[in-house]
């Protein structure tokens, strides 16, 4: 089982930046993909974005299009997203994702980290 270590979550006014990591234990996971996914208090889970094989294929949750970016340094074994223009609405608990199978199912989570964007 590969642990997934989020962190860089924190506090910004609106407008602001930040940027998440999420560290793998394991060099080289296999994962066919990866992704960001947020939850706020009341809400659903919701996919923020996500990579697929190797970072070819983005996806990214209408509302954060050209505000938030994807991306993976595989030798540091880490995810990344920048996430710029932070709106209020952005707030919620990010959690980093990995799948492991063919199926491109999403079974190895991290923690999660924080993101709290205020007005």
């Known amino acids: 089982q590969v642990e997934l270590v989020e962190s860089g979550g924190g506090s910004v006014q609106a407008g602001g930046s930040l940027r998440l990591s999420c560290t793998a234990s394991?060099?080289?996971?296999?994962?066919?993909?990866k992704g960001w996914f947020r939850q706020a208090p009341g809400k659903e889970r919701e996919m923020v974005a996500t990579?697929?094989?190797?970072?070819?294929?983005?996806f990214y949750l209408g509302s954060v299009k050209g505000r938030f970016d994807i991306s993976q340094d595989n030798a540091k074994n880490t995810l990344y997203l920048q996430m710029t223009h932070l709106k209020p609405e952005d707030s919620a608990m990010y959690y980093c994702?990995?799948?492991?199978?063919?199926?491109?199912?999403?079974?190895?989570w991290g923690q999660g980290t924080q993101v709290t964007v205020s007005s």
């Open positions: 994702a990995a799948g492991y199978g063919s199926n491109f199912v999403f079974n190895s």
């Open positions: 394991k060099n080289n996971d296999g994962a066919t993909c």
């Open positions: 990579a697929y094989t190797g970072g070819r294929s983005t």
